[in-house]
């Protein structure tokens, strides 16, 4: 037991080291801005020590209401199996609530081991009753959605305006040693910084990322330093700004122009988000420990020794931070605070991929590209489009707005508005899923929410000073994802409606009515059930299909991660003789599908597990509407019923090799023409090859087993066929004016601009067959 304790330790230990390269740099390097942004208006023309005081003590009380408080003791507590994050929230909510729009929602799915969490176990009879009434109001869901997806495009927002902001602010310190320096040389060099790091995104941060931990705590410490040094030489007394009596006295002299002021208070709690959003990489345990030791009290030490500093050099408030440093120290802390902006920005760049991604997964973004190799950490992903997007946008602010104090109104203003977000279904989450009374939930929206609202009306008064930025652009980002979301909802209802009944399979018989030829085609659907119209509109142009037919439906639970072995559900369509077969992939909302990863292979193993398995009568399978489904490779013998040999990998055979022919059904001409051509397209060859034969020594109670296991082998040596559908989306000719234009302008147009589903799915061109439809929405 003594071990194990002493392991635990030790690794909340590694764990809280490394949180501070990812998780802190953007709250650390806020001591850059703040006092200037606070100071930048007419509050300037109040140059007493109770007006610094009264600042610091704002301060103080939000970074310790709104980080400490709310996000590190209490959002910390709502995690979704570890994972945090603004749809880790909405994921629980759906599970606990049927909140989700997104449609495929079986059974099965509450059976995954990640699905239910027994801390939230407990109900209270008023939010069951509460809970209730939102799930029979359909306008209930989807106002829960766009507040998801609003806070979504916020924190998008965050991912071009925490670049922009932090860089610029560290580089522009050269201006109080150098003051002849002019305003362009500054600005060439953080765009110079900005475009360095955007163009290096795709290489990921595996071979750096060592170094960002000892950034980030170095800086803090150093920041720490100072602060201690500026308290000591210039004001002792200013730990009493640490009463909220000087906040009082502050508005009291102030008034107006400090209400307005405080939009550059809050940008001290800027980067709070990032610790609950980053949580799946860490623990709570290392999170707190990080932040208690260190974070926080270096935060704290910082601000009092520049309102130490500024109550006996009020005239320096422009610059306090750099001009609070001795002179001795102030290009080595120049230096800190860049490198601390660049790690800084790289995580919440990298945090702004995950989001998109999972704004992908559930339906709500247009199909990207997502890269994600086997070196890198895992959960890092890169998204081009995305990451040009970012840099164009962080580029654009960065040059447009001159006064380095407007783009902190843009970036205060993003960040509270996502806190607020996040408050509310905090709220949501403590009545749903902890199950604690509705009062206790709008007590906790009511206290952390009108602290954030007062915040925010200030930072409203700055919408035409750069605050209008980000706003515009969030509900542009928004529009974007919820159309997306409208058209990719109607398109599944129209094939949930017009899918094939399977009385009308049944009476083809085995062949189906067409002729059977050697191979494996795998008809992808969005349908877990029935047959799609994709598939009878194939076999309508063109009467044939091959030997074993595969329906392959690809769909996202709203869990994080699903665990690999339980995320093929296998089962059969029609009888045995039919060879027909439908795989449901699950994933996650935060599973990263692998380059490398062979669904191919996978896929005959799990057939060929579930065959065996339905011949043994195993208790595994599930009824289900086509027949009975089973989560194959949860089963001891999964991956010992096939033997596999490699033929081929990445490209590595020699191309002086004559054409390898294997045996299969097909003519020796096909399969010498094929075997020529995958040679003279190497990016053919880059796929994984093996062979699948049966087991020699297997015994089959049931002779019909080892020939339907046999017919699949030869079908995979044969070759597999991709059929997707190529859709063509029209509206209605009586549809209302408003959704023939989100269909046929909004719609239509970022499918025509957006990846095509095989780049996504990574099916190769030579074995893709795209059928044609046409869908009236």
């Given at each position: 037991?003594?071990?194990?304790?002493?392991?635990?330790?030790?690794?909340?230990l590694?764990?809280?080291y490394?949180?501070?390269?990812?998780?802190?740099?953007?709250?650390?390097?806020?001591?850059?801005?703040?006092?200037?942004?606070?100071?930048?208006?007419?509050?300037?023309?109040?140059?007493?020590?109770?007006?610094?005081?009264?600042?610091?003590?704002?301060?103080f009380?939000?970074?310790?209401?709104?980080?400490?408080?709310?996000?590190?003791?209490?959002?910390?507590n709502?995690?979704?199996?570890?994972?945090?994050?603004?749809?880790?929230?909405?994921?629980?909510?759906?599970?606990?609530?049927?909140?989700?729009?997104?449609p495929?929602?079986?059974t099965?799915?509450?059976?995954?081991?990640?699905?239910h969490?027994?801390?939230?176990?407990?109900?209270?009879?008023?939010?069951?009753?509460?809970?209730?009434?939102?799930e029979?109001?359909?306008?209930?869901?989807?106002?829960?959605?766009?507040?998801?997806?609003?806070?979504?495009?916020?924190?998008?927002?965050?991912?071009f305006?925490?670049?922009?902001?932090?860089?610029?602010?560290a580089?522009?310190?050269?201006?109080?040693?150098?003051?002849?320096?002019?305003?362009?040389?500054?600005?060439?060099?953080?765009?110079?910084?900005?475009?360095?790091?955007?163009?290096?995104q795709?290489?990921?941060?595996?071979?750096?990322?060592?170094?960002?931990?000892?950034?980030?705590?170095?800086?803090?410490?150093?920041i720490?330093?100072?602060?201690?040094?500026?308290?000591?030489?210039?004001?002792?007394?200013?730990?009493?700004?640490?009463?909220?009596?000087y906040?009082?006295?502050?508005?009291?002299?102030?008034?107006?122009d400090?209400?307005?002021?405080?939009?550059?208070?809050?940008?001290?709690?800027?980067?709070?988000e990032?610790?609950?959003?980053?949580?799946?990489?860490?623990?709570?345990?290392?999170?707190?420990?990080?932040?208690?030791?260190?974070?926080?009290?270096?935060?704290?030490?910082?601000?009092?020794?520049?309102?130490?500093f500024?109550?006996?050099?009020f005239?320096?408030v422009?610059?306090?931070?750099?001009?609070?440093?001795?002179?001795?120290?102030?290009?080595?802390?120049?230096?800190?605070?860049t490198?601390?902006?660049?790690?800084?920005?790289?995580?919440?760049?990298?945090?702004?991929?995950?989001?998109?991604?999972?704004?992908?997964?559930?339906?709500?973004?247009?199909?990207?590209?997502?890269?994600h190799?086997?070196?890198?950490?895992?959960?890092?992903?890169?998204?081009?489009?995305?990451?040009?997007v970012?840099?164009?946008?962080?580029?654009?602010?960065?040059?447009?707005?001159?006064?380095?104090?407007?783009?902190?109104?843009?970036?205060?203003?993003?960040?509270?508005?996502?806190?607020?977000?996040t408050?509310w279904?905090?709220?949501?989450?403590?009545?749903?899923?902890?199950?604690?009374?509705?009062?206790?939930?709008?007590?906790?929206?009511?206290?952390?929410?009108s602290?954030e609202?007062?915040?925010?009306?200030?930072?409203?008064?700055?919408?035409?000073?750069?605050?209008?930025?980000?706003?515009?652009?969030?509900?542009?980002?928004?529009l974007?994802?919820?159309?997306?979301?409208?058209?990719?909802?109607?398109?599944y209802?129209?094939?949930?409606?017009?899918?094939?009944?399977?009385?009308?399979?049944?009476?083809?018989?085995?062949?189906?009515?067409i002729?059977?030829?050697?191979?494996?085609?795998l008809?992808?659907?969005?349908l877990?059930?029935?047959?799609?119209?994709?598939?009878?509109?194939?076999?309508?142009?063109?009467?044939?299909?091959?030997?074993v037919?595969?329906?392959?439906?690809?769909?996202?639970?709203?869990?994080?991660?699903?665990?690999?072995?339980?995320?093929?559900?296998?089962?059969?369509?029609?009888?045995?003789?039919?060879?027909?077969?439908?795989?449901?992939?699950?994933?996650?909302?935060?599973?990263?599908?692998?380059?490398?990863?062979?669904?191919?292979?996978?896929?005959?193993?799990?057939?060929?597990?579930f065959?065996?398995?339905?011949?043994?009568?195993?208790?595994?399978?599930?009824?289900?509407?086509?027949?009975?489904m089973?989560?194959?490779?949860?089963?001891?013998?999964?991956?010992?019923?096939?033997?596999?040999?490699?033929?081929?990998?990445?490209?590595?055979?020699?191309?002086?090799?004559?054409?390898?022919?294997?045996?299969?059904?097909?003519?020796?001409?096909?399969?010498?023409?094929?075997?020529?051509?995958?040679?003279?397209?190497?990016?053919?060859?880059?796929?994984?090859?093996?062979?699948?034969?049966?087991?020699?020594?297997?015994?089959?109670?049931?002779?019909?087993?080892?020939?339907?296991?046999?017919e699949?082998?030869?079908?995979?040596?044969?070759?597999?066929?991709?059929?997707?559908?190529h859709?063509?989306?029209?509206?209605?000719?009586?549809?209302?004016?408003?959704?023939r234009?989100?269909?046929?302008?909004?719609?239509?147009?970022?499918?025509?601009?957006?990846?095509?589903?095989?780049?996504?799915?990574?099916?190769?061109?030579?074995?893709?067959?795209?059928?044609?439809?046409?869908?009236?929405?």
């Amino acid at each position: 037991m003594q071990v194990d304790r002493s392991y635990q330790c030790k690794g909340v230990l590694i764990l809280a080291y490394q949180s501070f390269g990812v998780l802190f740099g953007d709250l650390s390097i806020s001591p850059l801005y703040v006092f200037k942004s606070t100071f930048s208006g007419n509050l300037s023309n109040y140059q007493s020590e109770d007006v610094i005081f009264g600042a610091l003590s704002l301060i103080f009380w939000t970074l310790t209401l709104l980080s400490l408080f709310k996000h590190v003791i209490i959002l910390l507590n709502a995690d979704d199996n570890g994972e945090g994050g603004i749809f880790a929230l909405y994921s629980l909510l759906c599970r606990h609530a049927k909140f989700s729009l997104l449609p495929n929602h079986q059974t099965a799915d509450e059976e995954l081991s990640t699905y239910h969490n027994p801390r939230y176990s407990y109900r209270n009879p008023q939010s069951l009753t509460v809970k209730r009434f939102a799930e029979r109001h359909k306008k209930a869901k989807t106002a829960l959605l766009l507040l998801v997806l609003f806070g979504t495009c916020l924190l998008i927002c965050v991912g071009f305006l925490t670049p922009a902001i932090s860089i610029r602010s560290a580089i522009e310190g050269v201006k109080v040693r150098s003051s002849e320096l002019h305003y362009g040389v500054v600005l060439i060099i953080a765009c110079i910084l900005l475009v360095g790091l955007f163009v290096l995104q795709h290489r990921g941060t595996y071979r750096v990322a060592f170094m960002f931990a000892p950034i980030v705590i170095l800086w803090s410490l150093s920041i720490a330093a100072i602060g201690v040094y500026n308290i000591l030489k210039w004001n002792p007394r200013v730990y009493k700004a640490l009463s909220p009596y000087y906040i009082y006295t502050f508005f009291r002299d102030t008034r107006y122009d400090g209400w307005i002021s405080i939009g550059g208070v809050l940008l001290c709690v800027t980067g709070a988000e990032a610790m609950f959003a980053d949580l799946g990489q860490y623990t709570a345990a290392s999170i707190r420990l990080s932040f208690f030791c260190i974070i926080y009290p270096c935060l704290v030490l910082q601000y009092m020794g520049q309102a130490a500093f500024l109550s006996k050099n009020f005239a320096a408030v422009s610059t306090s931070f750099y001009a609070s440093i001795p002179d001795s120290l102030f290009w080595p802390v120049l230096v800190m605070a860049t490198l601390a902006a660049i790690v800084a920005s790289q995580s919440v760049i990298s945090a702004t991929f995950s989001i998109v991604k999972q704004s992908y997964a559930i339906g709500c973004f247009p199909r990207v590209k997502v890269v994600h190799k086997s070196k890198w950490f895992r959960g890092q992903i890169y998204i081009p489009e995305i990451n040009w997007v970012l840099l164009v946008l962080c580029l654009a602010v960065t040059v447009g707005f001159r006064d380095i104090n407007h783009l902190g109104n843009a970036y205060g203003l993003t960040y509270m508005s996502a806190m607020f977000v996040t408050t509310w279904l905090t709220a949501l989450i403590i009545n749903f899923v902890w199950g604690q009374s509705l009062v206790l939930a709008l007590l906790f929206a009511l206290f952390f929410g009108s602290i954030e609202i007062i915040f925010l009306s200030s930072s409203f008064i700055r919408i035409s000073k750069g605050g209008w930025v980000p706003l515009v652009l969030s509900v542009i980002f928004m529009l974007i994802m919820f159309v997306w979301h409208y058209g990719s909802r109607k398109k599944y209802l129209y094939d949930f409606h017009n899918k094939v009944p399977m009385k009308q399979i049944l009476t083809l018989g085995p062949s189906l009515g067409i002729v059977r030829v050697p191979g494996i085609g795998l008809i992808f659907t969005a349908l877990v059930s029935g047959v799609p119209a994709t598939f009878t509109r194939f076999l309508t142009n063109l009467p044939t299909f091959y030997q074993v037919a595969v329906f392959v439906c690809e769909k996202t639970v709203l869990v994080p991660y699903v665990p690999q072995k339980e995320r093929y559900l296998i089962g059969r369509i029609g009888p045995k003789s039919f060879r027909m077969y439908r795989c449901i992939v699950r994933n996650g909302y935060k599973d990263v599908q692998k380059n490398e990863d062979d669904f191919e292979n996978d896929l005959i193993m799990s057939i060929a597990e579930f065959i065996q398995l339905e011949a043994e009568g195993s208790g595994t399978l599930e009824g289900s509407v086509d027949g009975r489904m089973a989560v194959v490779r949860t089963s001891e013998k999964f991956g010992k019923r096939l033997e596999i040999s490699e033929l081929e990998r990445n490209g590595e055979a020699s191309s002086s090799m004559p054409p390898t022919i294997l045996n299969s059904s097909k003519s020796h001409i096909l399969q010498y023409l094929q075997s020529t051509y995958e040679m003279e397209s190497p990016g053919s060859t880059l796929r994984r090859r093996v062979r699948f034969k049966l087991q020699p020594d297997m015994n089959y109670r049931d002779p019909n087993v080892k020939d339907e296991l046999l017919e699949l082998v030869e079908a995979k040596q044969s070759g597999v066929a991709y059929v997707l559908g190529h859709s063509h989306i029209k509206a209605k000719m009586n549809a209302p004016c408003l959704k023939r234009f989100m269909i046929h302008v909004a719609y239509l147009f970022l499918r025509k601009n957006c990846r095509a589903p095989a780049v996504v799915l990574n099916i190769p061109q030579t074995c893709l067959i795209e059928v044609g439809m046409n869908y009236y929405l």
